[in-house]
């Protein structure tokens, strides 16, 4: 949670100089300003922000704890501009494995080096590239049949 009384370079950076961000020692304010928080933006306190400041707050002390997986399930519904570009730069300079639950293609297409998609009829396939390649293989392996949409059939569960 949030502390509405610190401001922004407290609550991210927890008052320390210089915090560790992998395995690199970097300096705070330069950290807090990756997420657009420059210069006198980062003495506002945090109950005063809007709701995409503090989501840009949120993921900054997110990125900082070290984490070498990220679950993020439609992480740009509901993001300014802002907010959208510094969740980009920062998982691109993200070292881990992130899994992105996502309808937003042009995000998948900066992100994503890999995708598993989930075709239908049990079918899972692991692809080596971003969205767009997906789709154009897609296209190539299904021809007319991967622009038809289709129900997916769900077999019965039984107890035993």
């Known amino acids: 949670t949030l502390d509405s ?3 922004i370079w ?3 950076s927890d008052g320390q100089d210089i915090i ?3 395995s690199r020692q970097i300096n705070s304010r330069a950290y807090v300003s990756r997420f657009n928080f420059s210069g006198t933006d980062q003495q506002k306190k945090v109950g005063t922000l809007s709701g995409g400041e503090r989501n840009r707050v949120h993921l900054a002390r997110m990125l900082k704890e070290g984490a ?3 679950l993020l399930d439609e ?5 300014d501009v802002n907010t959208l570009r510094a969740l980009e730069d920062a998982l691109e300079n993200f070292a881990g494995c992130v899994v992105v639950i996502s309808h937003d293609r ?4 900066r992100i994503c080096t890999h995708i598993l998609a989930f075709e239908g009829e049990s079918k899972v396939l692991f692809f080596d590239g971003n969205y767009s390649e997906y789709e154009e293989d897609r296209k190539r392996r299904l021809g007319s049949a991967a622009s038809q949409p289709h129900r997916i059939k769900y077999r ?3 107890r035993r």
Not at 75 to 79: K, S
Not at 106 to 109: E, K, R, V
């Open 20 to 22: 560790p961000i992998g």
């Open 75 to 79: 992480p740009t519904n509901d993001l």
């Open 10 to 12: 407290e609550m991210i």
């Open 156 to 158: 019965q569960l039984t």
């Open 106 to 109: 042009w995000f998948l297409d």
């Open 68 to 70: 070498n997986v990220l």
């Open 5 to 7: 009384n610190k401001n």
